[in-house]
């Protein structure tokens, strides 16, 4: 991956592969490994983190134990300094609302504030998301598309 000196925002689609075991757990695992810079999340993946271990509960997609692992992991990594915190800022939620209003993208809400915040901070949005990173080309938003290496 390019850009591994520059500062990171990990959406949640590229940081739960991180902690379950999917396509994607590799190459998130490699530039996780690779960053040089800060690598940040936001209060809003906190909340969507929880919200997926959940559901995958919900949908016995995972046992109540491995739920509550990833969970644990998360939380230690967080408290550990893995990834770095900024606040949420009312011009995300403006630059949200103003690109949603341009009506030129699939942007879903929790997506445009994803790329309002890796905007501001200055940062490669990093995703699995295929709508997010067209979003983010064409608002001229840094981005990195994480893509599965077969082995």
């Known amino acids: 991956m390019k850009n591994l000196d520059e500062p990171l925002y990990f959406d949640t689609s590229a940081l739960l592969p991180y902690y379950r075991l999917e396509v994607l757990t590799h190459t998130v ?3 996780l490994n690779a960053a040089r810079s800060d690598v940040f999340i936001s209060d809003l993946t906190d909340v969507e983190v929880a919200s997926a271990i959940a559901r995958w509960t919900r949908m ?3 046992t109540e134990a491995e739920a509550l692992a990833i969970q644990q992991k998360f939380a230690e990594h967080k408290a ?3 990834y770095t915190y900024q606040p949420f800022s009312i011009l995300d939620f403006k630059q949200a ?3 949603l209003l341009q009506r030129q993208t ?3 809400t929790c997506d445009a504030l994803h790329l309002a915040y890796a905007a501001r901070l200055d940062a490669v949005l ?3 998301d295929n709508k997010l990173g ?3 080309k064409d608002f001229g938003v840094r981005y990195q598309l994480l893509i599965a290496r077969l082995h």
């Open 29 to 31: 695992q490699t530039v």
């Open 60 to 62: 016995n997609e995972t």
């Open 80 to 82: 550990l300094g893995y």
């Open 97 to 99: 609302k103003d690109w």
């Open 106 to 108: 699939a942007l879903r």
């Open 126 to 128: 990093v995703t699995a």
């Open 134 to 136: 067209q979003a983010a």
